[in-house]
């Protein structure tokens, strides 16, 4: 009498005694995995776009937390904290983009003098003398580059794809807004109904788990639109002190950089020194040596007392989390990698290493 052990051989023997029936479940299986992969990939933008708005309102939720600390409802610490923002947005919008446009127009008519004004400057002899007439030619290239409209719509792929491409920025900004808040609104049911699809002894630690996750993300994401502005402020006061070109489109650029972990600041610095040493060599060198003064203060005075104790990730941890999340995600995946490794360790802290210890 065959006994219950020889079931799956005798399974497997019928399945290869019917070539044609396992031949079409395994082609079948294949067409299923290969649909379900196209369905996500086409569904990564909005995977991006629900990533980012959950990350805005963990952003957000630490001062909506500090308004419910001083007696105001959450509702109407929502309500106060999406109408500042909206005010600032409108301000930054009204103020700050007729300036960076005018300057961004600006800068793309005066590349011919200050190309013509740095090939007067000592820098360039040296750099002719040491090179040759590679210097002229490499020089002309750019700026024909740079000065041809032309190359700067098939870099977006072309005029229309341009318009697309600014039509898709906004259109997503708004959803990542309306959806940030719907998050932000509903943070505390989704917290409860996440702990009630676990066991019951598990939600305790489970509960502790997530309110320092997110306590932690949110503060990081609020340091880094901190320190991202005091890069934007220190970069617009130089520019502006030094008398160099497009302070108000340096600093816009300088935000929107040094958001980026790691990179981002050191990005800014040679970029700005580069367009600085288009206009005054002195003043670029001048410029380069403060900023990395201040790349100084930021790290070791600035950084430790805007993050305070959000996050608290090894330095090796920081960079290898950085790579692989830039490697994978790009832009979101380099803006997350240092939250999500820093919620790893507070996971393995909590719960793999007291197995370990209880285990005999």
């Known amino acids: 009498m065959a006994t219950n052990s020889d079931e799956p051989g005798r399974r497997v023997w019928t399945t290869l005694n019917r070539p044609f029936a396992a031949g079409f479940f395994l082609v079948l299986g294949g067409l299923v995995a290969v649909l379900l992969g196209m369905a996500v990939s086409s569904l990564v933008t909005v995977w991006?776009?629900?990533?980012?708005?959950?990350?805005?309102?963990?952003?957000l939720n630490p001062v909506v937390q500090r308004l419910q600390r001083r007696g105001v409802g959450r509702a109407w610490s929502i309500v106060i904290v999406y109408f500042t923002l909206a005010i600032l947005l409108v301000a930054v919008l009204w103020l700050i983009v007729p300036t960076v446009v005018q300057q961004i127009a600006q800068f793309i008519t005066d590349i011919p003098r200050l190309i013509s004004a740095f090939q007067q400057t000592d820098a360039y002899a040296w750099a002719r003398n040491q090179f040759g007439d590679q210097v002229p030619a490499i020089i002309a290239e750019v700026q024909k580059f740079?000065?041809?409209?032309?190359?700067?719509?098939?870099?977006?792929?072309?005029?229309?794809?341009?318009?697309?491409?600014?039509?898709?920025?906004?259109?997503?900004?708004?959803?990542?807004?309306?959806?940030?808040?719907?998050?932000?609104?509903?943070?505390?049911?989704?917290?409860?109904?996440?702990?009630?699809?676990?066991?019951?002894?598990?939600?305790?630690?489970?509960?502790?788990?997530?309110?320092?996750?997110?306590?932690?993300?949110?503060?990081?994401?609020?340091?880094?639109?901190?320190?991202?502005?005091?890069?934007?402020?220190?970069?617009?006061?130089?520019?502006?002190?030094?008398?160099?070109?497009?302070?108000?489109?340096?600093?816009?650029?300088?935000?929107?950089?040094t958001i980026i972990p790691l990179v981002g600041t050191v990005l800014f610095w040679a970029i700005a020194s580069?367009?600085?040493?288009?206009?005054?060599?002195?003043?670029?060198?001048?410029?380069?040596?403060?900023y990395l003064v201040y790349m100084q203060l930021e790290a070791y005075v600035l950084t430790p007392k805007v993050m305070n104790k959000a996050i608290a990730v090894p330095g090796a941890l920081v960079v290898i989390g950085a790579l692989v999340g830039g490697t994978l995600m790009g832009l979101l995946g380099a803006l997350v990698a240092i939250p999500v490794t820093a919620s790893i360790l507070l996971i393995i802290k909590k719960v793999f290493i007291p197995k370990q210890d209880a285990a005999t």
Not at 48 to 59: E, N, P, Q, R, S
Not at 202 to 225: C, F, H, K, P
Not at 276 to 290: E, N, R, V
């Open 48 to 59: 991006i776009y629900v990533a980012f708005a959950l990350f805005v309102a963990l952003g």
């Open 146 to 257: 740079l000065t041809d409209p032309g190359h700067i719509a098939a870099i977006g792929g072309g005029v229309l794809q341009i318009g697309v491409s600014i039509g898709t920025a906004i259109s997503g900004t708004i959803i990542i807004i309306v959806l940030s808040l719907y998050f932000l609104a509903s943070l505390t049911e989704i917290k409860q109904a996440f702990y009630r699809l676990l066991p019951a002894r598990s939600r305790a630690l489970a509960a502790d788990l997530t309110e320092q996750i997110t306590d932690s993300v949110g503060g990081y994401l609020g340091g880094m639109v901190v320190l991202a502005f005091f890069n934007a402020l220190v970069s617009f006061i130089l520019y502006s002190i030094l008398g160099l070109p497009f302070p108000a489109l340096m600093a816009v650029v300088a935000f929107c950089l």
């Open 274 to 290: 580069v367009v600085a040493l288009f206009a005054s060599p002195l003043s670029a060198l001048i410029f380069a040596a403060a």
